[in-house]
């Protein structure tokens, strides 16, 4: 990224005049020259950068000098994109098990830790230098001025809670860095309040960005609309994501504020920031710079094009610290290569969801849990919620426990016939005689069990997996 700042930068003050003339903001003037990058440049310099990172990790890190020598590789083996897959994925295990495997460089050199908790328990642990964050910052902030346009007027309130082992894009200090000690906004980062005290930052500094992962924005708009009128609290653009958000809930949002929000998507230990929508919302621009990411068939680890949903396979470009080789992350989804008629050449990605959402289910088949996302927060009364399957004398259940503003029978019912259409519950009740009639129970808002981030969204009672 820096280097890629440096051309920027350097042909910047050429051109700036010329586009000044058709626009004041900062953004388009980036916009500009960042196009004149065609995709074919990006990526030689992303294989440039590839070749130089394998070396340097094969050279440094424990991890990948023991990996690559157990499967008789050398650095000069990767040659192309495609001698990639001669590499066995770093699974989200190994950074559990021994995250020091992969110190690249002396111990003392790291500044910060960033955990994510693992679906086994024990926490993901990724270890940053200094120099790493720096790049990190940078790239933040690059993206903060491509895709939204972040200026010195901005006023941004982030209310990311930090914690050990939560599931959060990075930390607040990489977006307080980049928004406001480099673009010159002004940050009003905390953990979350009370409504009441959110209410009074608000109306006090009048911030127009907002930011917090998904859930947490959509419970703060069930709750700040009942005691004041939204709209007229001036927030113009609301970042979301850290977890799936669909379309209907986005919409929710953006109806309640009269506002834009825009997704936002990121894994600790790859990248605080990996993508991010641009005013278009139609995929998520990767930082393709930073990050080289494959998608691969998780059942034969093959390469697939463009446009294929696969498994989202990162290598990080820049890391010097704790760089990652072909880091298995188990998201699902593609990529876009059209260009997008913002006219930034990144590559933009769709996220479906991760491998572990899909549950096998009645006769033999893997439900995609996230399909009830669509259904659940298309009715606009429901607020979030829960499923769980059971399984008694070898047939499947499932609940759906959803926290609804109104309880009644209609509403239950419109989610009930919703749901027994999804093809795979369809044939199980109907067909195969696998899976009962969904149970859909309505509850008050709040009644479901978070942590402090959100509501663990599957509940699996079958001891499959034992
Ligand atoms: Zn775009």
């Not at 859930?215 to 653009?237: F, V, W």
């Not at 929508?277 to 710079?289: P, R, S, T, W």
Request: glycine share 6%; net charge positive; aromatic share 10%.
């Amino acid at each position: 990224m820096n280097e890629v700042i440096k051309i920027i930068e350097k042909f910047a003050p050429y051109i700036k005049k010329k586009l000044e003339e058709k626009s004041d903001r900062p953004t388009d003037r980036y916009k500009l020259v960042l196009r004149k990058f065609s995709q074919n440049f990006l990526e030689k310099y992303e294989l440039f950068k590839l070749k130089k990172i394998i070396k340097y990790s094969y050279n440094n890190s424990p991890f990948y000098h023991k990996l690559f020598k157990q499967n008789s590789l050398k650095p000069s083996d990767i040659k192309s994109f495609s001698d990639m897959i001669k590499i066995p994925y770093t699974q989200p295990e190994d950074l559990q098990n021994n995250p020091k495997s992969f110190f690249s460089v002396p111990e003392n050199k790291f500044v910060n830790v960033l955990t994510t908790a693992g679906s086994t328990g024990k926490p993901k642990k990724a270890y940053f230098t200094k120099e790493d964050n720096d790049k990190i910052v940078k790239s933040i902030a690059l993206g903060g001025k491509l895709l939204y346009g972040i200026s010195q007027k901005d006023v941004i309130r982030f209310t990311f809670e930090v914690g050990y082992g939560t599931e959060i894009w990075g930390t607040r200090y990489y977006f307080d860095k980049a928004y406001g000690e480099i673009i010159g906004a002004l940050m009003l980062s905390t953990g979350r309040l009370s409504i009441k005290d959110e209410l009074a930052i608000i109306k006090e500094y009048n911030p127009n960005i907002f930011g917090d992962v998904t859930s947490r924005i959509s419970y703060l708009t069930n709750e700040m609309k009942k005691i004041c009128d939204l709209p007229s609290l001036g927030i113009q653009t609301i970042f979301i994501g850290a977890e799936p958000t669909p379309n209907t809930l986005r919409k929710n949002i953006e109806k309640a504020w009269n506002a834009n929000a825009v997704i936002g998507y990121g894994i600790n230990e790859v990248g605080p920031l990996i993508a991010g929508e641009c005013d278009n919302k139609c995929g998520m621009h990767l930082n393709e710079i930073n990050y080289l990411l494959e998608v691969v068939d998780p059942e034969n680890g093959e390469h697939l094009e463009d446009g294929e949903v696969g498994e989202f396979i990162y290598t990080t470009l820049d890391r010097k610290g704790m760089p990652l080789i072909r880091y298995n992350s188990h998201d699902l989804g593609r990529i876009i290569s059209e260009v997008c008629i913002c006219g930034l050449p990144l590559k933009r990605i769709e996220i479906y969801g991760r491998t572990d959402d899909l549950v096998p289910i009645g006769a033999g088949d893997n439900l995609f849990t996230r399909k009830f996302d669509d259904i659940l927060f298309s009715v606009p009364e429901i607020v979030d919620y829960q499923i769980v399957f059971d399984r008694k004398d070898g047939i499947d259940q499932i609940s759906i426990i959803a926290e609804s503003q109104k309880i009644n029978k209609i509403i239950q019912g419109e989610i009930i016939n919703k749901i027994i259409k999804i093809s795979k519950i369809e044939n199980g009740i109907n067909v195969s005689k696998t899976i009962a009639k969904p149970i859909v129970k309505l509850v008050k808002p709040n009644s479901l069990e978070r942590d402090s981030i959100k509501i663990k969204r599957v509940i699996d009672n079958r001891g499959l997996y034992e």
